[in-house]
């Protein structure tokens, strides 16, 4: 079965700083992983999705990085901001087609 | 184009009622999936659509049940509401191969359940 972790459960850093969201996955049987970030009592906003066969994927100052092998991936956001405050997701399509999610690791950027 | 729509926002219903409810995914996307989110749980998959077909489910009991349209719209029912089934109901619709492509969230329906 699919487990999905994400450390730490929490994060803060003070604004300008580089943030560093970790998610881990036990089965490196997946078709995609796709990060999400959520603000409190909202849907999930779609940031990145990497293909199992990519090792990385850009979108302006996210990039997230996939290393199947290790059951490994990595979003980085540059120069953070106050608007980064949110909780980032990431999940996995396994290999039954499910969408598998972390708990999450909720961020605050302090001015 | 619109993103993913779900109605109602906000539900209160009291132990033993029923409920459903309602997911328009993204035009031309043909999987729908819902998800029951809680503080305590955190997401958890109830069950996926595609093409009007469940393709996979989640470990619910069968008071939580859903189907889909031939235009893609989605509904989710619960039968004899528990308290415990109070929670933010999203769902989210995919492109790609087999709607295995990148998720499209909806803004959810908090139930509560009084």
């Known amino acids: 079965k699919q487990e999905v972790t994400q450390i730490p459960a929490a994060l803060s850093v003070p604004e300008g700083e580089n943030l560093v969201l970790n998610c881990s996955f036990t089965?490196?049987?997946?078709?995609?992983l796709q990060w999400f970030r959520q603000d409190p009592g909202k849907g999930l906003t779609s940031l990145l999705l990497?293909?199992?066969?990519?090792r990385e994927q850009t979108s302006g100052r996210l990039n997230a990085s996939l290393d199947k092998s290790s059951g490994r991936s990595t979003l980085y956001i540059a120069a953070s901001q106050p608007g980064d405050s949110a909780t980032y997701l990431c999940?996995?399509?396994?290999?039954?087609?499910?969408?598998?999610f972390g708990a999450g690791t909720q961020v605050v950027v302090t001015p | 184009k619109a993103g993913v729509t779900q109605t109602p926002r906000y539900l209160i219903k009291t132990r033993g009622q029923q409920v459903t409810l309602s997911c328009s995914p993204i035009?031309?996307?043909?999987?729908v999936s819902w998800y029951q989110q809680t503080p305590g749980q955190g997401l958890q998959f109830l069950f996926e659509y595609f093409s009007e077909t469940q393709r996979n489910k989640g470990n619910f009991p069968g008071r939580f049940s859903g189907r889909q349209f031939s235009n893609s719209r989605s509904e989710m029912n619960v039968s004899t509401l528990e308290l415990g089934d109070s929670a933010l109901y999203l769902c989210?619709?995919?492109?790609?191969?087999?709607?295995?492509?990148?998720?499209?969230f909806g803004p959810g329906t908090r139930l509560t359940v009084l």
């Open positions: 035009s031309g996307h043909r999987s």
């Open positions: 989210a619709s995919g492109l790609g191969t087999g709607g295995y492509g990148e998720q499209f």
């Open positions: 089965d490196s049987a997946i078709y995609n």
């Open positions: 999940a996995v399509r396994d290999s039954w087609g499910k969408l598998q």
């Open positions: 990497i293909q199992s066969s990519q």
